[in-house]
T-cell receptor, first 113, second 108 residues
Framework: DGGITQSPKYLFRKEGQNVTLSCEQN?????MYWYRQDPGQGLRLIYY???????QKGDIAEGYSVSREKKESFPLTVTSAQKNPTAFYLC????????????FGPGTRLTVL | GQSLEQPSEVTAVEGAIVQINCTYQ??????LSWYQQHDGGAPTFLSY????GLEETGRFSSFLSRSDSCGYLLLQELQMKDSASYFC?????????FGKGTRLSVIA
C-alpha cells in the first residue's frame, strides 16, 4: 500500500538533546512538508521541499533542520535551540506543485522532559 | 500575507446539517481546501474549490465566494463519527496556509 509513514508515534527526549523524526513516502511525490501542531491550534509550516537536495524554510523554522537526500525521505531534526519542542509533528507530501492536495502521515508526538 | 478565520467550536445534532465558515485575507490565491482531523490523527483531504460555487462529495459540500472572501463547508446527515476538527486552507504560490480549525461536536 502507498502512503506516508512516520516513526515513532510517541517520542520522549531530555531537554538539551537533538532528536530526529523520520518521514518516508512511497507515493512518488515530489513535494514534502513538515508541520507542527499545538493543542487547539492549526498546522504551522516548519520546512518544505519541492525537489531532492532542495528545501525552504516555513513560518517557524528556527530550531529545526531538515535534509532531502532521497525523494522518499524527509527527516526533521529538532535541535536543542528549539525553545518549546513538545508538540505533535506532521509530515505531508504532494504530487508536485505547492497547490496540490497534501497527504499526511500519522504524526509523531514529541515530549521533551 | 495570508490569514484565515474560522469559528473555534461548533456543536450540532446528529442527522442535522451544519455549516462551517472560513473567511480569508490574501493578495492572490488559487483555491480553498478543507481537511478533516480526528483527535490524535492525521488531517485528511475533504474538498477543494478552485472556482466560485459549490463542490459536492457525498455528504460533504464546499462553497467558495471570492467576492466575499469566504468559503463554507457543509456537512449533511451528521453522524457521530463526523465529530472532528475541520481546517480550511489557502493554496497559492506558497505552501498551503491553514486556518486554526473548527472543532465540531455532534450530539445525539
Amino acid at each position: 500500500d502507498g502512503g506516508i509513514t512516520q516513526s515513532p508515534k510517541y517520542l520522549f527526549r531530555k531537554e538539551g538533546q537533538n532528536v530526529t523524526l523520520s518521514c518516508e513516502q512511497n507515493l512518488n511525490h515530489d513535494a514534502m512538508y513538515w508541520y507542527r501542531q499545538d493543542p487547539g491550534q492549526g498546522l504551522r509550516l516548519i520546512y518544505y521541499s519541492q525537489i531532492v537536495n532542495d528545501f525552504q524554510k516555513g513560518d517557524i523554522a528556527e530550531g529545526y533542520s531538515v535534509s532531502r537526500e532521497k525523494k522518499e525521505s524527509f527527516p526533521l531534526t529538532v535541535t536543542s535551540a528549539q525553545k518549546n519542542p513538545t508538540a505533535f509533528y506532521l509530515c505531508a507530501s504532494s504530487i508536485g506543485t505547492l497547490t496540490d492536495t497534501q497527504y499526511f502521515g500519522p504524526g509523531t508526538r514529541l515530549t521533551v522532559l | 500575507g495570508q490569514s484565515l478565520e474560522q469559528p473555534s467550536e461548533v456543536t450540532a445534532v446528529e442527522g442535522a446539517i451544519v455549516q462551517i465558515n472560513c473567511t480569508y485575507q490574501t493578495s492572490g490565491f488559487y483555491g480553498l481546501s478543507w481537511y478533516q482531523q480526528h483527535d490524535g490523527g492525521a488531517p485528511t483531504f475533504l474538498s477543494y474549490n478552485g472556482l466560485d460555487g459549490l463542490e459536492e462529495t457525498g455528504r460533504f459540500s464546499s462553497f467558495l465566494s471570492r467576492s466575499d472572501s469566504c468559503g463554507y463547508l457543509l456537512l449533511q446527515e451528521l453522524q457521530m463519527k463526523d465529530s472532528a476538527s475541520y481546517f480550511c486552507a489557502l493554496s497559492g504560490n506558497t505552501p498551503l496556509v491553514f486556518g486554526k480549525g473548527t472543532r465540531l461536536s455532534v450530539i445525539a
